[in-house]
């Protein structure tokens, strides 16, 4: 009964429904569903998706813009690095590997950069400089650390707080040279006792590859001490000495060169791994962030869909209960 009296409705208000009326009626249900968009569940979830879309994409631009800067910067340093190994090596061969020299106190100086996002380059150089610490620990020994970067003194801080003597940020502020490292060089020499100074740093190799390595300098005490025992450098005894200084003078001199010299080529070579590494950070997040982007538009495009056919489905529905 009750559904004939529906047909019974439909078929007497079948001539007053016009094609323009359905019309006029589609134009005001939209803009209705606009106006009240934040409180339905269709339209806020894809507002949602476009959001986050419009998220990944400006994320996306400041990673690609970031990994061109970092290859700039790469391309310009790259070549110092290169160059400055030619002012370390003479030192290595004339003193040989003085690495595995035992002494009583260590300063390491762990060298790391001030900015982030350049994947593990700075954990790296941490977990080296602990392990030297950790290795050269015992009762008549001591160690300390001089840290270059703010990356690695945020993370010896939080346990070797009092074993930190001395801590240096902004150095790469303004370009590299050597007569700046050599500042830092002197300034660290003159403010720390040491017998070895072992420099830790992140050599160099390719845009995806870094060697952690370990270069040592020992004081003159120490390099005169092992020469005059036939120990590691016992082959420096063979040199002769010009001039009017003597072997302590030179020997002081041959140290602080050889410092500054380490120094100049370790903090070179860790800013090249650091662009390096960032390079290689930022095309990957950018690669993510495309990923990202692929799926959220997939997500968009069903959700949308999926709101354009139930609305169909709710429109000829109700055309269809009307007309009979």
């Keep these: ?35 009240l968009a934040p409180f339905g569940a269709r339209s806020i979830s894809t507002q949602i998706v476009r959001n986050r879309m419009k998220s990944v994409k400006n994320i996306q631009k400041i990673t690609k813009a970031m990994k061109m800067v970092a290859a700039s910067k790469l391309r310009a340093i790259q070549v110092k690095a290169e160059n400055s190994r030619g002012l370390w090596q003479p030192f290595t061969a004339l003193l040989g590997d003085s690495s595995t020299v035992d002494v009583k106190k260590n300063v390491i100086v762990t060298v790391s950069s001030d900015k982030g996002l350049c994947g593990g380059i700075n954990s790296t150089s941490v977990k080296v400089s602990k392990g030297i610490y950790r290795m050269n620990a015992g009762p008549d020994k001591e160690s300390k650390y001089v840290v270059v970067g703010e990356k690695a003194k945020a993370q010896l801080i939080r346990d070797s707080k009092n074993d930190i003597d001395l801590s240096i940020s902004e150095l790469q502020k303004n370009p590299l040279n050597y007569t700046q490292v050599s500042v830092l060089a002197d300034d660290i020499l003159k403010n720390v006792e040491y017998d070895a100074l072992r420099i830790v740093f992140n050599k160099f190799q390719s845009v995806v590859a870094f060697i952690p390595t370990m270069a040592t300098v020992l004081s003159p005490e120490i390099v005169e001490r092992e020469a005059a025992s036939g120990g590691l450098l016992g082959a420096l005894d063979s040199y002769e000495i010009e001039g009017g200084d003597t072997k302590a003078e030179v ?39 495309g990923d990202m982007l692929d799926r959220l538009t997939l997500t968009y495009n069903r959700t949308r869909q999926a709101s354009i056919t139930t609305e169909l489905i709710e429109i000829i529905s109700g055309a269809s209960a009307l007309t009979g």
């Design 1 to 35: 009964m009750a559904m004939a009296a529906l047909r019974r409705e439909g078929k007497r208000l079948a001539p007053l429904i016009s094609p323009r009326s359905i019309d006029t009626a589609l134009t005001r249900s939209s803009l209705i569903s606009e106006e």
């Design 251 to 289: 020997l002081m001199n041959l140290t602080e060169f050889q410092f500054s010299c380490t120094l100049f080529n370790a903090v070179l070579e860790n800013a090249c791994s650091e662009q390096g590494a960032r390079m290689s950070a930022m095309d990957s997040s950018s690669r993510n962030a």
